[in-house]
């Protein structure tokens, strides 16, 4: 009986070992998608956090998705009161001769900047970019210098520009990442969405023939919610987007680069923009001018003030999931009097230990005066009468 329960058990120890062990590993987000492009990224729009990329820094030619740089030079432009949208802009010979895509402007023509934007932001017109380079800096070439000033100062370091439309790909370039950089950027000037996600529009004023501007980029209605931004094609580039979406409070951007044709090109930014709705959702932190604290200043009027998000904060999390995170305030050192509501004062983080989840601005919540000496010596006063109390 002894030896038979020993080989009983040598026999299921055998039987054990000769069955094969599988390790399951967590699926990986590049397993789940399936696209046919040179490169591509996903990104949540407010946090900047990347869901996917596949070659996203590979340096390719950007075609149209180039007039991105173009429209946000001349948003800014716009938000900062340097120009109008009502502005009128005479249009060049230059403009005029561009071919590829165009809104067919005669020189001489008078278009507002807003009508240009639209042009640009719609029929992708190559000639409406011209415009309004030329009417921010003079000549193209100056235009130009200012987009590779911009993308450095947005950290591009993927991007050399050449030209402000896109057309001529020699010595310009940009990669998937770097564009949805500047994806990003443009959409914090809201107004841009009202342009991106026209359909179609006519533009009949001044003109002996009307115009029709039809958009280029058809996800705007094979899409749900899709609102933007800007497609592209040249033979070189190939087919290119940039795609954004909304819901539920939520928005990403999906960029696609090099694929080849335009209706593979949307389906797979909308296999990606599935993926980002699919798998996250919003976390809300701190809504916009919440107060998180109230802090003195030495010599400030008054004493003591509240300090605000500037934006939403939010988390980009997995579906289901629960994070742990504690909001955390980091002032910054030797704040200069006097400050305008709005003011950035600080940085409002998001942390889990020392990973930083997610950060906004921390702003003044009122306006900010430096004491004067009648008014710092009632303050000392007070203080007296606190100690002496």
Same mark, same amino acid.
């Given at each position: ?10 026999? =299921? ?9 599988t390790?399951?590993a ?6 789940t998608?399936?696209?046919?492009c ?5 990104v949540e ?14 340096k390719l030619?950007p ?15 716009v938000?900062?009161g ?33 009508? =240009?934007?639209?042009g ?25 210098e200012?987009?590779n ?15 402000c439309t896109?057309l ?5 370039y ?10 990003r ?34 996800m705007l ?14 033979k ?6 940039s795609?954004?979406a ?22 797979d ?64 050192k ?27 601005d ?18 000392m ?9």
């Open positions: 009986m002894k030896y038979r329960k020993i080989l009983s058990e040598m026999i =299921l120890c055998l039987l054990f070992i000769s069955i094969p062990c390790v399951l967590e699926p990986d987000v590049k397993d998608v399936n696209i046919n040179k490169s591509a990224i996903l729009n407010s946090t900047g956090k990347v869901i996917y990329e596949k070659n996203s820094h590979e030619t075609a149209s998705v180039t007039k991105i740089m173009t429209m946000l030079l001349t948003m800014e432009a938000d900062s340097r120009i109008k949208l009502t502005d009128k802009v005479v249009c060049s010979e230059r403009a005029k001769s561009m071919g590829g895509s165009t809104m067919f402007l005669d020189a001489g023509e008078i278009r507002t900047v807003e009508e =240009l934007l639209k640009v932001a719609v029929e992708s017109a190559n000639d409406a970019a011209i415009a309004l380079a030329e009417y921010l800096e003079g000549t193209e070439e100056a235009f130009v200012k987009m000033l911009r993308a450095k100062e947005l950290s591009m370091n993927d991007t050399h520009f050449n030209n896109g001529f790909p020699d010595n310009h940009s990669s998937a990442y770097d564009i949805a950089i500047m994806s950027e443009l959409l914090k000037h809201t107004k841009i969405l009202d342009y991106t996600k026209i359909w179609m529009e006519t533009i009949s004023e001044g003109r002996q023939k009307p115009f029709t501007l039809i958009n280029r980029n058809k209605k094979t899409y749900k919610n899709c609102d933007g931004l800007k497609t592209g094609y040249i070189e580039a190939l087919y290119c987007i795609a954004t909304e819901r539920n409070g939520i928005r990403f951007i999906s960029v696609i680069m090099g694929s080849p044709s335009w209706k593979e090109r949307n389906a930014a909308g296999k990606l923009l599935d993926l980002g709705f699919a798998k996250y959702e919003r976390i809300s932190v701190m809504k916009k001018g919440e107060v998180i604290e109230s802090i003195n200043i030495p010599k400030a009027l008054p004493e003591k003030i509240d300090i605000a998000a500037k934006q939403d904060l939010n988390l980009i999390v997995e579906k289901g999931s629960k994070p742990k995170y504690e909001k955390k305030l980091e002032i910054i030797d704040i200069k009097l006097p400050l305008k509501k709005g003011d950035k004062i600080g940085v409002i983080k998001a942390v889990d230990g020392n990973n930083v989840l997610g950060e906004v921390a702003v003044a919540a009122c306006d900010v005066n430096k004491m004067k000496v009648t008014d710092f010596m009632k303050y006063f007070k203080e007296w009468i606190k100690v002496n109390d």
